[in-house]
């Protein structure tokens, strides 16, 4: 009995999958850092044997190297960090419909492809930050209130160029309307502090030096600062509460057409998306999970909770053309 019972038990510890002579790998294309995915592919690997090789690039190479690989490519999975990629690589025709199961089904509605072509994994709000010195949260409104001559020469955006101010601007599209949007745009650039920024945590330095008053960014940027104990005086503000809610991004992912184990890769998706991956997913870059209820950090429950926009992410990837052209004729570079 004492030797069967260890046994039995090291016989359930066997990995899952790699019971043929062949290790089980799966490639992935990731715009997602490096450091950030390891504790969920240890974590994968360490639950079933299964070995996800992690390719990283910036996500309009990832897709464009698909496409030149075609039939031949040794990806399985792609993985970005802005839903726009994602519909990008859904338009170019790489992706695979997921089958919709009880676990692709925990993530919401608004935060997954209407025809399963990809899937949210983490949550980012990208919201407003002001100087506590300088500003009074009560002052705040919404994305389009910035655009007000009251913070004229006191407002700080990064650059246009990034794809999370496009999805930001092409969800404004989708709930103002073109013109609205393009005055609103107009308002912003005719209000900037200082030229546009290359990245969010440069803005929120700045606005912790008192450079600008307020700024739009991710909130992770945010936790990265606070967790070295630096933007003390950044306060964080949750924009049109009552109409619409703040905007929301994803860190998403979808199965490749040309992958030759589509089964494999749906098995580590639907894992992606249990509790306890999605507390490592999130938490390696403190961002919200997407599936309600699991427990947040307690760095990012500090924040207090908000109202986010559920206006669907497939939506608001309609917009992203239209809202690159809009910010050009704006002058926003
Ligand atoms: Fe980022």
């Known amino acids: ?26 490639v992935l ?6 450091d ?15 070995v996800v090789r992690h390719i990283e690039g910036s996500a309009g190479s990832l897709v464009q190297k698909l496409v030149r690989e075609g039939d031949k490519s040794p ?3 792609l993985i970005t960090v802005d839903v726009g990629h994602l519909i990008h690589g859904a338009q170019s025709g790489l992706l695979e419909p997921l089958a919709a199961n009880e676990m692709t089904q925990r993530v919401p509605v608004h935060l997954r492809d209407d025809q399963w072509q990809w899937l949210g994994l983490s949550l980012r709000a990208r ?3 002001y100087n506590k010195k300088k500003v009074k949260p009560q002052e705040l409104v919404s994305y389009q209130d910035l655009a007000h001559p009251k913070w004229k020469g006191r407002l700080c955006l990064r650059t246009s160029r990034k794809v999370y101010n496009q999805s930001l601007v092409a969800g404004l599209i989708g709930r103002l309307g073109q013109a609205e949007t393009e005055k609103v745009v107009k308002g912003w650039v005719s209000n900037l502090a200082r030229p546009v920024f290359t990245s969010d945590t440069h803005l929120l330095e700045a606005i912790d030096k008192g450079r600008c008053d307020v700024g739009i960014a991710n909130t992770y940027y945010l936790a990265r600062l606070q967790k070295k ?41 639907n894992w992606l998306v249990s509790d306890s ?3 490592v997913f999130a938490e390696a870059n403190d961002e919200y999970p997407v599936v309600p209820l699991v427990p947040l950090s307690k760095l990012i429950q500090s924040w207090g909770p908000y109202h986010m926009d559920t206006t669907p992410l497939s939506q608001i990837g309609e917009h992203q053309k239209q809202a690159v052209q809009l910010m050009d004729r704006a002058r926003y570079r």
Request: net charge positive; no cysteine; proline share 5%.
């Open 1 to 26: 009995m004492s030797f069967i019972i260890p046994f039995f038990i090291f016989a359930l510890a066997l990995p899952l999958y790699a019971q043929s002579d062949k290790p089980v790998e799966l």
């Open 29 to 34: 294309y990731s715009s997602r850092n490096s």
């Open 36 to 50: 950030l995915l390891q504790p969920v592919l240890k974590a994968y690997q360490k639950e079933t044997g299964v």
């Open 75 to 77: 990806a399985d999975l």
């Open 127 to 129: 919201t407003i930050f």
């Open 229 to 269: 104990g630096e933007a003390q005086n950044v306060g964080i503000f949750w924009p049109t509460q009552d109409n619409g809610g703040t905007h929301v991004n994803i860190s998403g992912v979808g199965i490749l057409k040309t992958s030759k184990n589509k089964q494999q890769a749906l098995r580590f998706v």
């Open 277 to 279: 991956a999605q507390k």
